[in-house]
């Protein structure tokens, strides 16, 4: 069964910290992972990897994926209480057209 | 312009009534899918559409029917409603990319 386990569950930083959340899982015939970010409502989408160590990078986002060592990580520097939300990551195998997600983890930043 | 909606956006009955939720999608997208996100939001995939064709049946019971009218709707009913189906249900949609792009979320609450 396919697996997403994220670190850590919860975390909470000052604003203008920087930040790290992995993601790592086991997945059959690996096809992609997505980034997620959820506040209060849907989850929207942040990025999608699919090669390892070609970092993808939005403002002050990022994240790159491993696929020897089975993990992806989120950055994001100079954190605004904009950020606070569930980051969720999610899985997809080459052999079915769905997404296994993780438990996210609950980013608060504070003032 | 509404990308995925639902509706309603939230629901509150009684056990043992029968109830569906309604999606509908403006982009034009081949695929539909339900999440179910509980209390501790983990989500979790229930059921994805392509083309009106039903490709993914998670282990739900089968109380939850889904049904796609056309690729851009995908309802959901659930028969005999117990107090553990409450939760958020989430209708997404994507283009081969997998870049699902979620709907505001229906918070079902069942007394």
């Known amino acids: 069964e396919d697996k997403v386990v994220q670190s850590p569950l919860s975390l909470v930083v000052h604003e203008g910290d920087t930040v790290t959340l992995n993601c790592s899982y086991e997945?059959?015939?690996?096809?992609?992972l997505l980034w997620y970010k959820q506040e209060k409502k849907a989850p929207t989408f942040l990025f999608m990897l699919?090669?390892?160590?070609i970092e993808k990078k939005s403002g002050r986002l990022s994240s790159i994926l491993d696929k020897k060592e089975l993990f992806s990580i989120l950055n994001i520097t100079a954190t605004q209480t904009g950020d606070s939300a569930i980051y969720l990551c999610?899985?997809?195998?080459?052999?079915?057209?769905?997404?296994?997600f993780g438990t996210g983890t609950r980013l608060q930043v504070t003032l | 312009d509404t990308a995925v909606s639902q509706t309603p956006k939230y629901l509150v009955t009684q056990m043992g009534n029968d109830k569906s939720i309604k999606c509908e999608q403006n982009?034009?997208?081949?695929?539909m899918y339900w999440y179910k996100q509980d209390s501790k939001k983990f989500l979790k995939i229930m059921f994805s559409?392509?083309?009106?064709?039903?490709?993914i049946n998670e282990t739900v019971p089968n109380r939850f029917s889904p049904k796609s009218p056309d690729k851009a709707h995908l309802n959901l009913h659930i028969n005999s409603l117990e107090l553990g189906d409450s939760a958020v249900y989430f209708c997404?949609?994507?283009?081969?990319?997998?870049?699902?792009?979620f709907g505001p979320g229906t918070r079902l609450t069942v007394t």
């Open positions: 997945v059959t015939n690996f096809r992609s």
């Open positions: 699919t090669s390892s160590g």
């Open positions: 999610a899985v997809e195998p080459g052999t079915a057209s769905k997404l296994t």
């Open positions: 997404a949609s994507s283009q081969n990319t997998l870049e699902q792009y």
């Open positions: 559409y392509n083309n009106k064709e039903l490709i």
């Open positions: 982009l034009g997208h081949d695929t």
